[in-house]
C-alpha cells in the first residue's frame, strides 16, 4: 500500500495521478476520461452512487453478507439486513418514490429516528439520482419548515415517532406544524408508523410506508454525472436563511471509498459501527455511504452511550456484534468516563476483537485519550473533520502504517488535504505558532463544492478571507513533525489584556485534574482586560468535591501550566454542558449568558433545560 509520506506526497504533488488511481475503486457508468477540469473531480464521469454502495456487492457474489445490523436498545430490538435483502427494500422505496413523481434531480426531504427505513430512504434516494436533505429526527417544527423552504421537496419521508430513553417523540405533529408554517408544499408525505406512537394520516397526502412500498415494483438504478448532487446536509446550529452543504456523487464516492481502507483500516466483511446519527455527517459518511461502498458491515444503533441500559452499552454492541472498528466522539467516550470511572463495564464484555477507536466531533482533551487507550489497550486515534469536508482532514492513517500518537492532536493531514496555518496577513505560520487553519485549492474529491442555492455565501463563508484557501473556521498550528493541533473555533480564541489565549488549551489543563469528568472554558466580557476566561466544570461520578477548593486547585492548575496571563479566576462547577445532540458544547450561548445578553435556544440543543442551569449557576458564583 505505501507509506504515510509517500502517498501524501503524492496526493500533494500529482493529485491527478492519485486520484485517478482512487477513482479504480468505484464501478463507473462511464469512467472519467477527465480526473480534474473546471474545478470539478471527475467531471465527465458517470455512475450511481447505490449500485455502488449494494447492487455491486450483489452481484459480486456477496448479497448473504451482512450489510447492516439495527441495534435498539430502547426497543428491545436487533435485526440484521444482508446485502441482498437491503437491495429489495431499497429498490422497493426507490419504486415507491418513482411512482410519487420523484426524478433525477428532485430534493426529497427525510426527518427520521435511528431505524433502517432512514438508512433505506437515503439509498433509494440515491438509486433514482434524487438528492436527499435529512434532517435530524426530532428538529423543531420551525427548523424544519425553514429547511423545506429552502430544500423545495417533492416528498418528505417521516416516522410517527422518535423513541429516547425516557420518552418518546411523536414526530407527525412536528412535521405537521413545519407543514402548515412552510410556504413550500410538498406533493406527498410517507410516514412509517410505528408501535410506539401511532399517527394519524392526512387524507390526499401522507402515505403509510409499509403499504406504499408493498405495492410499488422496484427501481433500476438512474445513471448520473459524478458533478449531480448526491445530498444535502444543513449544518448544524443554522439561524435565518440556511446553510445548505451539498456534496457530488463521483468526488463523494471514490473519497469515501479511498478512506475506509487507508484511513480506518478496515477491510471488505469486517463490521465497522459510527456511533453517531443519520442527521448528522458523520451518518451520511460513516453509518450509511463509506461502509457499505467498502462492502463492510455497518451498524444503526438506537440508543446512548448511557442509560440504555447502563454505561457498558457501547461495549455490549462492540461484544455482540464483533465490532472491528468504533467511531464515535469524545463526548461519548466523557459520559461512560464520569458513569463508570474504574471501566468496570467494560469488563463484564469480550472487546479482543476491537482493533481501533477513532475519535471525532470536539477536541480530544489528552485525559479521556489516555483513559480509553489504557481501558481497551488498542489505539485511540483521534480525528479532525467537518460537514463541510465530508471525511477526514487530519488522522493517523492506519491503513498507510500508524504513525506515532501525540495527545492532543489528530495526527496529520489526509492525504489530498494541503493544510497550512496562515497568519492575519496570509502568510504561513512557522511552527508551533496558533493561527487560521486553512486548506490550499483544489479541495480533495468529496469535499463540498458549493452551497445549495448560494454561491456567493459559498464564496464568502470559505474563500474569500484567504484567496487560494478554504477557510476551516478552526484555529491551531502545526509542529516541527508536520503534526496537526486544533484548539478550536477562530472565535474560541479569547483577548485577554491583549494576550491572545486559546480556550481549547485551558480546557486541556482543567480536563487533566482527577475529579473533572468533563469541562468547556469561554471568553466573558471584563472591562479592565476585554476578556477573561471562565471554565465550566463537571464532576466526576461519585465526586464529592467542594466547589470553592475545586476552583483553587484549578485556577493554580491553570496557572502553572499556561501561565499567569490567562488570567484564570473562576470555574463553576454545574451538574452537566449545555450540548448540540451530536455532542458539541454550545460555548457561544454560554458566553451570552455570561455576559448577560439576550440569547436563543439552538435548535439543535439536547436538552434546553440545560441553560436555565448554567443561568442559576452563575447567579450563584
Known sequence: MGGYDEAYRQSIERPEEFWGEAALGIQWDVSPATVYGDGRWFPDGRLNTCYNALDRHVNAGRGEQAALIHDSPVTGTSRTYSYAELLDQVARTAGMLRDLGVAAGDTVVIYMPMVPEAVVAMLACARLGAVHSVVFGGFAARELALRIDHARPKVVLSASCGIEPARVVAYKPLLDSALEQAAHRPGRCVILQRPECPAELAEGRDLDWERAVSEAAPAECVSVAATDPLYILYTSGTTGSPKGVVRDNGGHAVALHWSMSHVYGAAPGEVYWAASDVGWVVGHSYIVYAPLLAGCTTILYEGKPVGTPDPGAFWRVVATHGVRTLFTAPTAIRAIKKEDPSGNFAKKWDLSGLRYLFLAGERLDPDTYHWAADLLGIPVIDHWWQTETGWPIAADCVGLGPL??????????????????????????????????????????????????????????????????????????????????????????????????????????????????????????????????????????????????????????????????????????????????????????????????????????????????????????
Request: proline share 10%; hydrophobic share 35%; with cysteine.
Open 404 to 621: 506515532p500518537v501525540k495527545p492532543g492532536s489528530p495526527t496529520k493531514p489526509v492525504p489530498g488535504w494541503d493544510v497550512h496555518i496562515l497568519d492575519p496577513d496570509g502568510n504561513d505560520c512557522p511552527p508551533g505558532v496558533d493561527g487560521a487553519v486553512t486548506v490550499k485549492l483544489p479541495l480533495p474529491p468529496g469535499a463540498l463544492p458549493t452551497l445549495f442555492r448560494d454561491e456567493a455565501r459559498y464564496a464568502r463563508s470559505y474563500l474569500e478571507r484567504y484567496p487560494g484557501h478554504y477557510l476551516t473556521g478552526d484555529g491551531g498550528h502545526l509542529d516541527a513533525d508536520g503534526y496537526l493541533y486544533v484548539m478550536g473555533r477562530i472565535d474560541d480564541v479569547i483577548n485577554v489584556a491583549g494576550h491572545r489565549l486559546s480556550t481549547g488549551s485551558m480546557e486541556e489543563v482543567i480536563a487533566s485534574h482527577p475529579d473533572v469528568a468533563e469541562c468547556a472554558v469561554i471568553g466573558v466580557a471584563d472591562e479592565l482586560k476585554g476578556q477573561l476566561p471562565m471554565g465550566f466544570v463537571v464532576l466526576k461520578a461519585g465526586s464529592e468535591r467542594d466547589p470553592g477548593e475545586m476552583e483553587r486547585e484549578l485556577t493554580a492548575l491553570v496557572r502553572e501550566r499556561i501561565g499567569p496571563v490567562a488570567a484564570f479566576r473562576r470555574a463553576v462547577v454545574v451538574t452537566r454542558l449545555p450540548k448540540t445532540r451530536s455532542g458539541k458544547i454550545l460555548r457561544a450561548t454560554m458566553r451570552d449568558i455570561a455576559d448577560g445578553n439576550a440569547y436563543n435556544t439552538p435548535s439543535t440543543i439536547e436538552d434546553p433545560a440545560a441553560l436555565p442551569e448554567i443561568e442559576q449557576a452563575l447567579k450563584g458564583t
